[in-house]
């Protein structure tokens, strides 16, 4: 009889490992929380056949709002449900936030949200927000960079935005705190003037939304930060680039060998700004910030991932459902901003930059770096993003042959509606294993 105790507990066998740098069939065992080996002919007390399939590591999305209040709402999707949604897509880790409360110390405000976080299916991981009340406390920042969070979230737009003089505080003591700040970059001042000025001309629909939020002050707004950050020595990374003007600067920043990060959506590489001529409710649904973008921008943005000027794609998943957005179909300004994603985004990245037809090698790799490897790495995986061993037995088995229909019913986020409907993918996760858990 062969003695099963010493082999490993999980065995994924041929498989075609895809890494950020190499392609290659592979068994890959893990035992408990961790891969032990990548090898071949490996044998395990449990075995999964990935014949025809690529294995790859658990996907990571850094920028996901789940159950969060924003405004008179709350994000339709719960760590429970939000994290089982990106579990079936494929995605092993999430990052989403901390705010603070005025009365409340850092450590309070991430002991709070790590109690509704306990829902998770899978690992995560928080920003602190730094907003204008918490300036007065970033000498609290190294002690919640000790608590386990790596990184801090400044807005330039909302409620929360900032001075430039707060950012470049805050920019500061984060990298005295060696923690990464992460910016929501917009130009508060001119959008709330071309608002108020379109409202007062009756222009109301969400024709008017990313009339308000112009490309070019996006890219201002995120020069803006990056130099205040490369004044104080600090990296920085942008999040959701929505538009070629954005990526201009994060492109010149790099150039300039600034510590300087960029992310998109699949959002803003899928849909395009006439999405918000549609008729009704279905105008509104897709209203986020920054808004959707013209087809050049969107293509712009696929490009600058290919090329890596753009490093990585989050979803920043927010969803309200189709009643909550009605609720601004009178004033576009009301309407809350966020769509989900959090399911198709490794499938949606993989169909744009690999595509159907003979797969190119290093289109593969770029999915895996742009959806796993990168992540890891910018929001502080220090164990994820890569199939070696020791690391977290975070594997996912992608199916390049499966078809797929994205529809509300055919995906397990809770909002009701996809951005999304109807897309025909080919190319969808079959098996997530989180920490060894399948
Ligand atoms: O409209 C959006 N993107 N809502 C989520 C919050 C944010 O700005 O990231
Ligand atoms: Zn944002
Ligand atoms: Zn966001």
């Given amino acids: 009889m062969t003695d099963l105790t ?7 066998r041929h498989g075609t490992v895809i890494t950020a740098t190499a392609i290659f ?12 080996a990548i090898g071949h002919d490996l044998r395990g007390r449990r075995e999964i056949d990935a014949t025809g399939q690529y294995v790859i590591p658990g996907a990571i999305d850094g920028h996901v709002h789940l159950g969060m209040p924003i405004g008179r709402f709350t ?37 709070a ?7 998770t299916v899978i690992d995560y991981g928080l920003h602190m927000t730094i907003g204008p009340t918490d300036i007065a406390k970033l000498d609290q920042l190294a002690e919640a960079r000790a608590a386990g969070c790596g990184s801090v979230k400044l807005y330039m737009a909302y409620g929360l935005r900032l001075t430039d003089g707060d950012l470049l505080l805050a920019l500061q003591r984060a990298a005295d705190a060696g923690a990464q700040p992460v910016v929501h970059a917009e130009n508060w001042d001119v959008i709330t003037t071309l608002i108020a000025r379109n409202l007062a001309a009756g222009r109301t629909t969400p024709h008017w939304h990313p009339r308000s939020r112009p490309a070019e002050l996006e890219g ?54 006439e999405v918000y001529d549609r008729p009704g409710v279905a105008g509104a649904l897709p209203v986020c910030s920054p808004p959707l973008r013209p087809a050049a921008d ?36 009301q309407i809350p901003g966020g769509v989900p994603s959090i399911e198709s985004r490794l499938a949606l990245v993989y169909a744009g930059l690999v595509g159907d037809g003979a797969p190119d090698p290093a289109a593969l790799s770029r999915w895996v770096d742009v959806c ?29 042959t499966r078809n797929f ?34």
């Fill in 372 to 400: 796993c490897t990168t992540p890891a790495r910018v929001f502080g995986f220090g164990r994820k993003g890569q199939l070696l061993p020791g690391y977290d037995a975070d594997i996912v088995l992608f199916d390049p």
């Fill in 75 to 111: 994000s339709t999707d719960d760590f429970f449900h939000g994290t089982r949604a990106a579990a079936f897509g494929g995605t092993t880790a999430v990052v989403d936030f901390v705010e603070t409360g005025p009365e409340e110390t850092m450590r309070e405000a991430l002991a």
């Fill in 6 to 12: 010493d082999q490993p507990d999980l065995v994924i």
């Fill in 405 to 438: 229909t994205i529809t509300p019913d055919s995906l397990h986020e809770t909002a009701g509606w996809t951005p999304y409907d109807g897309l025909p993918l080919r190319g969808w996760p079959t098996t997530t294993i989180s920490r060894g858990e399948v």
């Fill in 220 to 273: 201002e707004a995120t020069g803006r930060v990056i130099d205040i950050a490369a004044y104080v020595g600090a990296p920085v990374h942008i999040f959701h680039v929505s538009c070629a003007a954005t990526v201009e600067r994060i492109a010149t920043a790099k150039a300039r060998g600034l510590p300087v990060t960029g992310e998109t959506c699949p959002q803003y590489l899928t849909l395009t700004d």
């Fill in 298 to 333: 969107r293509d712009a943005l696929w490009r600058a991932l290919s090329s890596g000027a753009l490093d990585l794609v989050t979803t920043d998943h927010c969803p309200f459902t189709a009643a909550e957005k009605a609720t601004g179909l009178g004033n576009f300004s």
């Fill in 25 to 36: 069939p592979a068994d890959v065992a893990v035992t408990g929380e961790q891969i032990v």
């Fill in 113 to 119: 949200r790590q109690a509704v976080a306990a829902d």
